[in-house]
């Protein structure tokens, strides 16, 4: 078969010793800056990339991918163990993971992460090296109200990711959304919210936003309620390990958000973001025993983590094929690709074969060299943990400072993590979840860029989002997924009317 | 007027506010059509729909219980938002190692019993591993000590 | 493979770098400056496209100069926050402000009050690249030169769209239109990228967008370039003709360039400006600026000061004519 033999090419210049060594260098470096508390990966790429300068093109990028993989996998585990978000998607492994580590399942949650993304990774590699460019095809379908479609879809999703009322989870989406519109309307051009701070001219940047709500008010919530003293911390194999109904629970949920993660990866517009979140929603929605969740239930961490890494694998063929980066890891790597004189797109699978089916072999390569230097360090990264915690936290503040500072040096980035601490702070104690609202941040500009852009070309006619095939079925899904999300309300307030009487 | 969930009653004077503000700081962007939204248009349909939702959670924070607000201490929040804004004013000027000792000084304070002879020496070392890995080896744009 | 192995200390990485180019860049070592490292400051977030530039010139001119050469992201309003860092930073050459030279001469207009004028508070050191922004059609459009789109825009009499991504999209556009005499509403795009789809499907008439997507997605046959904006055809592209060869008389050019603070000596932006030289010169910079779609461009110091007050000068036009608003 054709698919074999072109990553039989991939493997043949992957594999070469050098090229190894750099993706095993790659993915350590890449481990260890992102699991630095508030480093995400784009940081962690921006930071890493000019040490790939001087190789040659293949190596480079073979190094970037592992960079890439370690950063992300860094970023989970800071999620996990400290609920310490460094990207939009580990909000959501921050919501079961962080919960499992505070059942004493901080290994657990970590193998299963490690594991899901490693298997989501092996089919990612097989989905781009069969179906790239077939699916790059459909992904170019998706016009402006699609999108829109798509992002509202999203933003329903988000509901389900607060545990609590309904209501103050769509307050919540909404809140963000608002957040999401500050600073410059591309459209006229005016700037919008930015009570006449420049600094906001741009946008409220998501780092300081994420950290402040998460981390921080984290660090705020352990200290006003310590929590209990953890029994020593054991680092047996089996107590890190998980166990076996939690390898039963998280086999299908892994399945299911690679599946989720792959498709929603190939979307040139922002689909890989709402992977983890599509997965998250999902596995809650599914799930027979509801209450797990928001307590470390393990298919919530297993489905997203999934899902996250085979989107990130499939968005690199928007970006393969088309020469689109669909996200801002992706315009970093084409950025990179640029430098070493490649320009991306569909010619580079018919003038470089070796680079590119290279390339989709180190991801793979990347990918299992992740479990085989991670699995052993969960013990360390659990150990962590048994650091007293008044030493701990006031590192992890310093990471995250640094963190904000390495992406602007600007004094204002500080004022707005403050700003956003007091808000979390604030939520924390009115009992409102800040995961809907995260969502809500990152959808909002692009739900109301595609919403003004559809009315303008349709002249005003809202039909054009019921005459396109594509954004009539999102719709639907949409209208669904409402559906889903209210009807159990309805009989859970008549549960409580029966039994208050 | 009985408040029997303080915590719904707070969220929904929240949203309530927070829409409010929303409006009247948005007031002055053209609302424009739907054929040609301004930029106030978006803005203030989500402005409406959060005082709409803050009104219902407030509503029905008077007839359903819940749980009360939890005690808020000044504390830890107080010496956490300060150790933060320590850095951000100082590393610009007395460079990562002494804006990296004030920040966990400070923060190390958030609680009461305070070692302070353990906490100088933790900081000092966080400072070095900090200036090690950032400035030397990631070439991150910090000054180490005072200025350049 | 090159025999040099990476090691995470950037330092030691640069220094065997420039031993390995065996770069000449002697002369520079025996004065004061370059002595110690220097600071590119970048007015967009790390990682981002643009940041990638900074940090190209910014590995290079480590090697030429000896000296390690950091980036300083500093995103926010537009650029105007790293102007004005940079115009207040110590006038002695160890802070570089890599930025478009365009944005920083619009951005006099773009605001009602601009926080410097950056005629006065900046001082221009060498250019970098000439790129024009592109009109762009569907590759299946029928559509095949600027005479024809004009056309087509008169028989929909005012129905029709267009894609722009950045002011500088935009204000090609409308100039265009105004001089053409038709007429077509905006369509306001963040990225190139995020346009695609719109104008490959037909749902826009024609797009006016940045040079590095609108070469790359013409590469790959998705697009058809109908003209650059630039008064002249470019050389890294002859094929596409101006505006001004079918009579409509646009002469809009981007262009990159490297600032320091005005009061900076005269012989340290004299070496500053010899080091970019050596860069820009190596062909491996030609090919890298070449995909993002510009030609090399060096000039003196003075003349990157009297481009951009001409660009100054050019951009109050423009935002009076486009009717862009003013924040």
Redesign the interface.
């Known amino acids: 078969m054709e698919v074999f033999e072109h990553l039989a090419t991939g493997f043949m210049a992957a594999g070469s010793l050098e090229n190894l060594l750099f993706c095993l260098i790659g993915t350590v470096l890449g481990t260890l800056i992102g699991v630095l508390p508030g480093i995400g990966p784009i940081p962690a790429l921006a930071i890493l990339l000019p040490i790939t300068f001087g190789l040659d093109p293949l190596s480079s990028l073979i190094m970037l991918a592992g960079i890439y993989y370690g950063a992300q996998y860094g970023g989970s585990t800071t999620s996990i163990l400290v609920n310490m978000p460094g990207e939009a998607s580990s909000v959501v492994t921050c919501i079961e993971g962080h919960q499992m580590a505070r059942r004493g399942r901080a290994g657990a949650a970590l193998a299963i992460a490690a594991l899901g993304s490693f298997f989501a990774g092996c089919v990612g590699t097989v989905f781009i090296a069969a179906f790239g460019p077939p699916l790059s095809a459909i992904a170019q379908q998706f016009n402006s109200p699609d999108y829109f479609a798509l992002m509202l879809l999203g933003l329903v999703m988000a509901i389900v990711l607060a545990h609590g009322s309904v209501l103050k989870a769509v307050a919540m989406v909404l809140m963000g959304l608002l957040l999401g519109l500050v600073g410059t309307d591309i459209n006229t051009g005016l700037t919008r919210y930015t009570f006449g701070l420049s600094g906001l001219w741009e946008g409220i940047d998501f780092l300081p936003l994420v950290l402040g709500l998460f981390g921080i008010v984290e660090i705020i919530r352990n200290l006003e309620n310590p929590p209990p003293p953890r029994e020593t911390i054991s680092t047996r194999l089996r107590d890190l390990w998980p166990n076996k109904q939690e390898i039963r629970d998280s086999i299908p949920a892994a399945l299911r958000g690679t599946g989720l993660g792959s498709i929603l990866g190939i979307l040139p517009g922002g689909g890989a973001v709402l992977a983890s979140f599509a997965s998250y929603t999902l596995e809650k929605k599914i799930t027979k025993t509801p209450r797990k969740f928001g307590n470390g239930a393990v298919e919530g961490v297993a489905g997203p983590e999934a899902a996250n890494n085979a989107a990130a694998q499939t968005s690199f063929i928007p970006l393969l094929t088309l020469g689109i980066p669909s996200n801002p890891i992706m315009a970093i790597m084409m950025g990179a690709m640029i430098i070493q004189g490649i320009q991306p797109g569909a010619a580079v699978m018919t003038t470089r074969p070796d680079l590119f089916w290279g390339m989709v072999a180190s991801m793979w390569i990347g990918n299992l060299m992740l479990v085989i230097i991670n699995l052993p360090m969960i013990g360390i990264w659990v150990k962590l943990l048994s650091v007293p915690y008044r030493l701990l936290y006031p590192a992890i503040l310093l990471f995250c400072a640094i963190g904000v500072y390495s992406t602007s040096t600007e004094p204002f980035m500080m004022v707005l993590m403050i700003v956003f601490t007091i808000f979390g702070y604030i939520l924390h104690k009115l009992g409102c979840e800040p995961a809907p609202m995260v969502l809500g941040f990152i959808l909002g500009p692009l739900m109301e860029e595609n919403l003004r852009r559809s009315l303008v070309i349709s002249r005003g006619d809202p039909m054009i989002f019921i005459d396109r095939p594509i954004s009539a079925t999102l719709l639907v899904a949409t209208l669904l997924m409402i559906g889903l999300i209210v009807l159990p309300q309805f009989r859970k307030t008549r549960e409580e009317a029966f039994q208050e009487e | 007027m009985v408040i029997k969930s303080p915590q719904d009653f707070g969220a929904g004077i929240l949203f309530i506010l927070f829409g409010a503000i929303g409006l009247y700081v948005g007031s002055d962007l053209t609302f424009g059509s739907a054929r040609n939204m301004g930029p106030g248009y978006f803005p203030m349909i989500i402005c409406g729909l959060i005082i709409l939702i803050g009104l219902i959670v407030t509503a029905k924070s008077l007839s359903l219980e819940g749980p009360a607000i939890e005690r808020i201490q000044f504390r830890p929040i107080l010496f956490i938002l300060l150790a933060i804004a320590a850095f951000g004013i100082f590393i610009a000027q007395i460079g990562a190692i002494i804006s990296s000792i004030l920040l966990i000084l400070f923060a190390a304070y958030a609680r009461r019993e305070v070692n302070f002879v353990e906490t100088i020496v933790f900081a000092v070392c966080t400072a070095a591993f900090v200036v090690i890995i950032f400035v030397y080896a990631l070439g991150q744009p910090m000054p180490v000590w005072w200025g350049r | 493979?090159?025999a040099?192995f990476?090691k995470?200390?950037?330092?030691t990485?640069v220094a065997a770098?420039a031993t390995a180019a065996a770069l000449p860049g002697a002369a520079f070592a025996q004065s004061g400056y370059p002595g110690?490292?220097i600071?590119f400051v970048c007015a967009f977030?790390?990682?981002?496209?643009a940041?990638?530039?900074v940090?190209?010139f910014?590995?290079k001119v480590a090697a030429v100069a000896k000296q390690?050469v950091?980036?300083?992201?500093?995103?926010?309003?537009?650029g105007?926050?790293a102007a004005e860092y940079v115009s207040r930073a110590k006038p002695d050459g160890?802070t570089v402000y890599v930025h478009s030279g365009t944005s920083t001469a619009a951005n006099m207009s773009?605001f009602k009050k601009p926080?410097i004028d950056v005629t006065k508070a900046l001082r221009g050191v060498q250019f970098i690249n000439k790129q024009p922004f592109m009109i762009a059609v569907a590759a299946d459009s029928p559509i095949k030169d600027v005479n024809e789109l004009t056309q087509h825009l008169k028989a929909k009499g005012g129905?029709a769209?267009y894609g722009s991504t950045a002011?500088s999209g935009?204000v090609l556009a409308e100039v265009y239109l105004q001089l053409a005499g038709v007429s077509a509403?905006?369509?306001?795009?963040?990225t190139g990228?995020?346009s695609?789809?719109?104008i490959?499907?037909g749902?826009?008439d024609f797009a006016a967008l940045d040079p590095v997507f609108a070469l790359?997605?013409q590469?790959?046959g998705?697009l058809r370039l109908l003209a650059v904006g630039s008064p002249e055809r470019m050389k890294s592209t002859p094929d596409i003709p101006a505006l001004k060869e079918y009579g409509v008389n646009v002469d809009q050019l981007g262009w990159w360039g490297v600032f320091v603070p005005a009061k900076t000596p005269d012989d340290i932006v004299m070496k500053l400006n010899a080091m970019f030289q050596e860069v820009l010169d190596n062909p491996?910079t030609e090919?890298?600026l070449n995909?993002?779609g510009g030609d090399v461009y060096t000039g003196t110091p003075k003349e990157v000061d009297e481009l951009l007050s001409k660009t100054v000068e050019e951009w109050r036009g423009y935002v009076a004519q486009a009717k862009?608003?003013q924040?």
Do not use: C, H, W
């Open positions: 493979m090159t040099q990476p995470l200390t950037r330092r990485f770098a110690d490292t600071t977030p790390a990682g981002s496209g940041d990638v530039l940090r190209y910014s590995e390690t950091i980036v300083e992201n500093k995103p926010g309003a537009n105007n926050i160890y773009l926080p129905e769209t002011t935009k509403t905006e369509v306001a795009y963040k990228p995020d695609l789809n719109d490959v499907s749902q826009l790359s997605q590469r790959e998705r491996e090919a890298f995909k993002f862009i608003p924040n």
